[in-house]
Antibody, heavy 119, light 107 residues
Framework: QVQLVESGGGLVKPGGSLRLSCAASGFTFSDYYMSWIRQAPGKGLEWVSYISSSGITIYYADSVKGRFTISRDNAKNSLYLQMNSLRAEDTAVYYC????????????WGQGTLVTVSS | EIVMTQSPATLSVSPGERATLSCRASQSVGSNLAWYQQKPGQAPRLLIYGPSTRATGIPARFSGSGSGTEFTLTISSLQSEDFAVYYCQQYNNWPLTFGGGTKVEIK
């Protein structure tokens, strides 16, 4: 079955960096587009970034553009999110999600990893 | 950016009753609208997209309708496992955006 397992979250000081990983299994990872979505504590969902199956096409939310970098390693069935210049407002649970075929919907989600930005 | 507005913020419903949730887009998204369910401490789960196609394994009591700027998620007869927060998401334009959510609670 499809599994997405995030890791790499933790406590970081403002201005710091963190790299999130998402290990995928149960499907042909290289065939699917992927995304990161976040949820601040007690708040709603916010789409963060998207990457095509080849890694050529990438999009970011304006709130993270220039600070976050999405990437993937299809040989390792892994998705990444490099987060730099972190701010308090980046505090959230970060979910890795598979993008559905033919539509920009999120058909499978990981359990999430918590990133806390605080001094 | 397309703003998605969900109403009501909280819906109190008795088990077995019908629940109707609304989602409005600030501009037309065509049929490119999805619904997700999220229970406390869990990741969201895809329910419906397109906007009336149920995702794999989703019971028939969940149905979606609408087009353009007005969409509805209907749960025909609420079961105990349906009490959760529901989010709509448009996928017609970048950036992809979600509504603020509707919490369905037990009356």
């Amino acid at each position: 079955q499809v599994q997405l397992v995030e890791s790499g979250g933790g406590l970081v000081k403002p201005g710091g960096s963190l790299r999130l990983s998402c290990a995928a299994s149960g499907f042909t990872f290289s065939d699917y587009y992927m995304s990161w979505i976040r949820q601040a504590p007690g708040k709603g969902l916010e789409w963060v970034s998207y990457i095509s199956s080849s890694g050529i096409t990438i999009y970011y939310a304006d709130s993270v553009k220039g600070r976050f970098t999405i990437s993937r390693d299809n040989a390792k069935n892994s998705l990444y999110l490099q987060m730099n210049s972190l701010r308090a407002e980046d505090t959230a649970v970060y979910y890795c999600a598979r993008v559905g075929v033919g539509a920009l919907i999120f058909d499978y989600w990981g359990q999430g990893t918590l990133v806390t930005v605080s001094s | 950016e397309i703003v998605m507005t969900q109403s009501p913020a909280t819906l109190s419903v008795s088990p077995g009753e019908r629940a109707t949730l609304s989602c409005r887009a600030s501009q037309s998204v065509g049929s490119n609208l999805a619904w997700y369910q999220q229970k406390p401490g869990q990741a969201p789960r895809l329910l419906i997209y397109g906007p009336s196609t149920r995702a794999t394994g989703i019971p028939a009591r969940f149905s979606g309708s609408g087009s353009g700027t007005e969409f509805t998620l209907t749960i025909s007869s609420l079961q105990s496992e349906d009490f959760a927060v529901y989010y709509c998401q448009q996928y017609n334009n970048w950036p992809l955006t979600f509504g603020g959510g509707t919490k369905v609670e037990i009356k």
